[in-house]
């Protein structure tokens, strides 16, 4: 398989992860009146989809360690099973974090969902695997989180008319981000140790995960959403515009080239785990770009709103970069 070992591509299969997460997303706006709950159907097999082509070919690639199908092969039902479960508690996080948007709004679901998300996954990678400058590593992660409040707080002055908060909503965040943070270190132990997967062949047991979960959990969503949105059933997946389901299968293809790079590069002697995720979670302010610049989210915002735009990007980037240099300088 191919491993990098090379810092600075490391950090560019970081930056990739980190891009990849961050856009993904975007493909549910090409497909306007798609129901998530059928949208995530397509995302899940794009996801299956992406983890078999890189482990058939950078993961079959190279002499870094044991190549895809024989470490598959090699591993033991415990590594599996770790990394099954990883991808199983990313689902429930995922639908939980949709759930958490509708309900409460961005200005409410991304500080409380992924800040929280952010800290608790860098927290418990970085004690299975101490790797980075600590001070540098949690500081960085803090002028982020920082950065994901600012975005969350021009979202709210965006907003025309302010929504309540939703206790409901607040309640789905916390959920959210706390499995959003387990996910990770599951897949970390499940690269750890004897007999374990490689990060291409995790990929594939990760996304076994995500599907075993989201056939009972989604189509339970279908039936009876935790939002107000109308339910929806199978028969209005298969009446969707073909183009639908390719955005969905191109959406869950980019969601998983971002996982397969940062684990590929959490993998690598320097890097570690918790560098690797918290870099990968930059992805927030990666969307927030998208909404800027592309979707001009922001166009009529007042001004109140749009003066936030420089400071969430300042402290974005102080902080990458606070987080990029923490394993040169690892003790």
């Known amino acids: 398989m191919y491993q ?26 090409l497909a ?39 470490n598959i092969s090699a591993a033991d039902a415990r590594h599996i099973l770790f990394a099954i479960a990883g991808g199983a508690v990313f689902n429930v996080a995922n639908l939980l974090l949709v759930a958490a948007i509708d309900l409460a709004g961005l200005a409410v679901a991304f500080p409380i969902g992924i800040g929280l998300a952010l800290v608790v996954g860098v927290i418990l990678n970085y004690a299975i695997a101490p790797k980075g400058q600590p001070a540098l590593l949690f500081g960085g992660v803090l002028l982020v989180v920082i950065a994901i409040v600012i975005d969350a707080i021009a979202y709210r002055r965006r907003e025309s008319e302010r929504r309540s908060l939703s206790v409901r909503g607040i309640g789905i965040s916390v959920g959210c981000g706390v499995l959003m943070g387990v996910f990770y270190p599951l897949v970390t132990k499940a690269i750890t140790g004897e007999h374990s997967l490689g990060p291409y062949s995790v990929a594939l047991f990760f996304a076994l995960g995500v599907l075993l979960c989201a056939i009972p959990l989604n189509y339970l969503l279908m039936r009876k959403p935790v939002t107000e949105s109308a339910p929806v059933n199978m028969s209005q997946y298969f009446r969707a515009k073909p183009s639908w389901h390719i955005w969905g299968m191109l959406g869950g293809f980019i969601w998983c080239t ?13 890097v570690g785990p918790a560098v690797s995720y918290a870099i990968g979670q930059g992805a927030t302010m990666v969307s927030a770009l998208w909404g800027v610049f592309i979707w001009k989210e922001f166009a009529q915002a007042p001004a109140a709103s749009r003066k936030l735009i420089p400071a969430m990007f300042f402290f974005f980037v102080l902080g990458l970069g606070s987080i990029a240099i923490a394993p040169m300088l690892s003790r």
């Open 32 to 70: 306007p009146g798609y129901a998530f709950q059928l949208f995530y159907w397509d995302y899940v097999l794009g996801i299956i989809f992406g983890s078999l082509v890189w482990g058939l070919t950078l993961g079959s690639w190279g002499g870094g360690g044991q190549s895809f199908v024989p």
């Open 258 to 270: 971002g996982t397969v790079f940062n684990i590929v590069a959490s993998h690598a002697q320097i």
């Open 4 to 29: 990098p070992e090379a810092y600075a591509i490391a950090l560019s299969f970081m930056i990739v992860s980190m891009l990849c997460w961050g856009s993904w997303a975007n493909t549910m706006k």
